[in-house]
């Protein structure tokens, strides 16, 4: 089983430009994804893919695998799908299972891969899994930032929204407030399958890729991460990181 992590990355974040290299106590974000994810038991290999050259030498500067893609991508799913087929055509080696790992995600820990690999090793009908976490508070639900999903009895998802999902104003006190961590292994052939397909209008209206997959009646498959972290969309984001990372001790190893 040939799994693979890549991490794609670009310096032009409609909501933050620059975060790949933007820096967590002196390192940039995109270098604690890769040091954290070479330290998975369940990748052989973790690569960068970015279209931006300043990613590229920051990449090559710790020794990280980069592959270069186009620069006309809207969505990582593209761009990871575009990376696999070139490491693909470097190496000679056919990939069984490819664990996207945005760039914004600088407190993954290498457990989190592990777990969301696990489906498609004990169940051949998996295709794609996403990580999900409880949402802490009411303004962490209420914020469009974060990507909120429902689940069936099966741990599949329903649906994802920016919006908070279920509804809170319904006189319930209490409602599961999930939100979707962005580590998500696909099968290398269900990849290119789901990148074939045109964008679906439920896709476009929450931009959320994961809505194509249920729109086209497939299943998600949701596995509960007891980690906490928290993925970087704004300044404010990259300053809470660098707090709660401080004393992180994967950190220490790669620092």
Excluded: W
Excluded at 142 to 165: C, G, H, M, T
Aim: charged residues 25%; hydrophobic residues 40%; proline residues 6%.
């Amino acid at each position: 089983m040939n799994t693979i992590g890549i991490i794609p990355a670009r310096m032009a974040s409609s909501r933050f430009p620059g975060k790949p290299l933007a820096k967590i106590h002196g390192i940039p974000m995109v270098g604690h994804v890769f040091h954290r994810c070479k330290m998975s038991k369940a990748l052989d290999e973790v690569y960068i893919a970015t279209c931006d050259e300043e990613i590229k030498h920051y990449a090559y500067s710790i020794g990280a695998k980069c592959i270069m893609t186009a620069n006309t991508h809207e969505r990582a799913t593209d761009r990871t799908a575009e990376a696999m087929h070139k490491i693909e055509q470097q190496t000679g080696n056919k990939t069984d299972i490819v664990v996207m790992i945005q760039g914004d995600e600088p407190m993954v820990y290498p457990k989190m891969i592990e777990h969301a690999v696990a489906p498609m090793l004990e169940d051949e009908t998996v295709n794609v899994v996403n990580l999900m976490a409880n949402l802490q508070t009411v303004a962490e639900f209420e914020d469009p930032n974060e990507v909120k999903v429902v689940i069936d009895q099966q741990n599949n998802a329903l649906y994802f929204s920016r919006e908070p999902i279920p509804s809170l104003k319904k006189g319930v006190k209490e409602v599961p407030m999930l939100k979707q961590v962005c580590i998500i292994p696909f099968r290398r052939d269900y990849l290119l399958k789901f990148n074939a397909l045109p964008p679906t209008p439920l896709e476009i209206i929450e931009s959320v890729d994961m809505m194509r997959i249920l729109e086209h009646g497939d299943k998600v498959k949701m596995v509960m991460s007891d980690y906490q972290t928290l993925s970087v969309d704004t300044q404010t984001d990259l300053d809470n990181v660098c707090i709660k990372i401080e004393n992180d001790i994967l950190m220490q190893r790669y620092i």
